[in-house]
């Protein structure tokens, strides 16, 4: 279990009654909790058993679940968490379709939970569904895996690089200050990536070295902040001129539009990935 609360709270700059705790799940998930008061969130439980002891261990009861997609490694814990814990509250968007009851979200709408209220987006393309959850008291975006620290989800389910490049620039749009809860650690493998697409970029250089030293002594590499993002992430940087420049190398054409350009460099890091030579340690 990692506090990100106890790693980020100056950086965050929360409310001494808000809390915001990562909890590792999984090989490689973040469970991210919301506390305030009374109020307990619990975003996209992948498995039950960390919550639950995380929660007895705090002495709290979850007021509620929220999910950005329907993927097992974001739903796979709510059965034991219903099962602990009666009538518990599941929201999710609207056309989700799970085997559970939700409530509803609606996209550009709010969601208030006692004392905390969360903004929905739509961050469809990883899942034609997917949505984020805005907490502007904390300037946080509960991302999925819409946007990783560095790099962004794949398409499954039928989401679309239409989808994803119109969510790719509603993350850019938010306040360079926003902290990017993402659902996973990725961030080695993606930068890794990034540096391949701009190998003359210092931003991300700095960024990789600083990521390697966190991950030897076993720190967490998320939220980051969506500066640093803008900076480095190559789904975010496809109109800079040194990344459309590799990409239309890569492609072997000269793209025209920021789909294009997406789905060129989408389809590169799938290329690499399959290979295993981003997950190589340092």
């Known amino acids: 279990m990692l506090d990100y609360h106890a790693q980020m709270t100056k950086k965050n700059e929360l409310t001494e009654a808000m809390q915001i705790t990562g909890i590792l799940a999984l090989e490689d998930n973040y469970i991210w ?7 307990t969130l619990i975003i996209d439980p992948s498995e039950g058993s960390p919550i639950i002891n995380w929660l007895e261990k705090a002495r709290r009861l979850p007021s509620a679940v929220l999910i950005t997609h329907n993927h097992h490694d974001h739903i796979g814990g709510i059965a034991a968490l219903q099962q602990h814990y009666d009538n518990l ?16 979200l609606v996209i550009d709408t709010h969601v208030k939970i006692n004392d905390i209220e969360l903004q ?8 034609p569904d997917q949505i984020g959850y ?36 509603r993350i850019a749009n938010l306040t360079a200050d926003t902290h990017m809860y993402c659902a996973h650690e990725y961030t080695l493998a993606n930068l890794r990536f990034a540096q391949i697409c701009e190998p003359n970029n210092h931003a991300i250089h700095e960024r990789l070295q600083k990521t390697i030293v966190s991950r030897q002594q076993g720190l967490a590499t998320v939220p980051s902040l969506l500066c640093d993002e803008l900076a480095t992430n190559p789904f975010l940087r496809t109109e800079t001129p040194a990344l ?7 492609a072997g054409f000269q793209t025209t539009y920021t789909i294009e350009r997406f789905t060129q460099l989408r389809a590169w890091k799938d290329r690499l990935d399959a ?3 981003l997950e190589i340690a340092a």
């Open 120 to 127: 929905i987006l739509d961050l469809s393309g990883h899942t």
């Open 89 to 104: 509250l599941v929201y999710a968007h609207q056309k989700t379709k799970l085997a559970f009851t939700t409530l509803p």
């Open 134 to 169: 805005y907490l502007p008291q904390a300037k946080a975006l509960f991302c999925g895996d819409a946007l990783f620290a560095g790099g962004c989800g794949r398409l499954f389910n039928g989401g679309t690089a239409a989808q994803m490049t119109a969510t790719l620039a």
């Open 275 to 277: 290979t295993g030579i």
């Open 33 to 39: 909790i919301i506390t305030q008061g009374n109020t």
């Open 244 to 250: 459309h420049q590799a990409i239309d190398a890569i």
